[in-house]
């Protein structure tokens, strides 16, 4: 018995040192100077942060020391304050954001860009909006109303503006899938028409491609156009709808 409480005494001292030294760690991190916080916690100051290239991976120099990309969770530069994406938004990429909003719950932003060919050997730019979200370094979490609702737990009005935001996503959901069933009907239909207009006899008068498969295919892609154009505004008032609450839960918890 005397052995079981002597373990839970070292254990309970061991957690309240580790909280305290963790605590005093973030609350001593400086961010007026420049410095990269490693993955491992560790801060390392500088004056100045490059950057240099390699033939597969990047890396960022302070001093005489070099730092994969991989292994920095943080940088502070001048510039801004930036995060590493890796592991939220990709499992290998180190993509780079920017926090756009500093407080009890910090907001990061970042767009990547990608590019498709198409058949008739030009191509097609695509921009998407990435919203990420932390509290002071901990990890970063993609910004949706999961992640979101645990963070400003106890304030009544975000919590209702993440029953907006909800709300939107739930009709957005269903107006993507509508949507997006609209194009599979209209090219369903429309390569009908294509197979059976190829495989009718020459002979046959009422052989040829029938006008039905160009007139259900037409409307069905306007309304999934209208439905897609639906579907994105739905998505930007529910990024609103979530900034909104981080904004009003930042305001109640400024710090004294």
């Known amino acids: ?8 005494k070292k254990l309970l001292l061991a957690a309240i040192t580790l909280l305290f030294f963790g605590t005093n760690c973030l609350a001593q991190i400086d961010e007026s100077k420049q410095f990269l916080y490693l993955q ?9 942060i490059t950057q ?5 991976k990047d890396y960022l120099n302070i001093d005489n020391r070099r730092f ?3 292994d920095i969770k943080f940088i502070n530069q001048g510039s801004g304050f930036y995060a590493n994406t890796r592991g939220v938004l990709t ?4 993509i780079i954001a920017e926090r756009i909003e500093k407080g009890a719950i910090n907001v990061f932003a970042v767009e990547i860009v990608s590019t ?14 990435h919203y990420l979200i932390n509290k002071g370094y901990d990890n970063l979490q993609k910004m949706n109303t999961r992640n979101l609702g645990p963070m400003v737990q106890g304030n009544n009005e975000s919590i209702m503006e993440l029953g907006k935001a909800k709300s939107y996503y739930n009709i957005e959901l269903i107006t993507s899938i509508t949507g997006v069933t609209c194009f599979a009907v209209a090219f369903g239909v429309f390569f009908t028409g294509l197979a059976q207009s190829t495989n009718a006899s020459p002979y046959d008068p009422n052989g040829g491609f029938d006008s039905k498969y160009l007139i ?5 892609v306007g309304v999934g156009a209208i439905l897609a154009f639906a579907s994105n505004k739905l998505d930007r008032k529910r990024n609103k709808s979530l900034r909104k609450a981080i904004e009003i839960y930042n305001s109640a918890n400024i710090p004294k």
């Open 1 to 8: 018995m005397k052995t079981k409480n002597f373990f839970l």
């Open 40 to 48: 491992t916690g560790e801060v390392v100051y500088s004056n100045k």
């Open 52 to 56: 240099t290239q390699g033939l597969f």
């Open 68 to 70: 994969e990309l991989k």
């Open 91 to 94: 499992k290998r990429k180190s």
């Open 116 to 129: 498709m060919r198409t058949n008739s050997g030009g191509s097609s730019t695509f921009h998407e909006k």
């Open 216 to 220: 259900i295919p037409g409307i069905a």
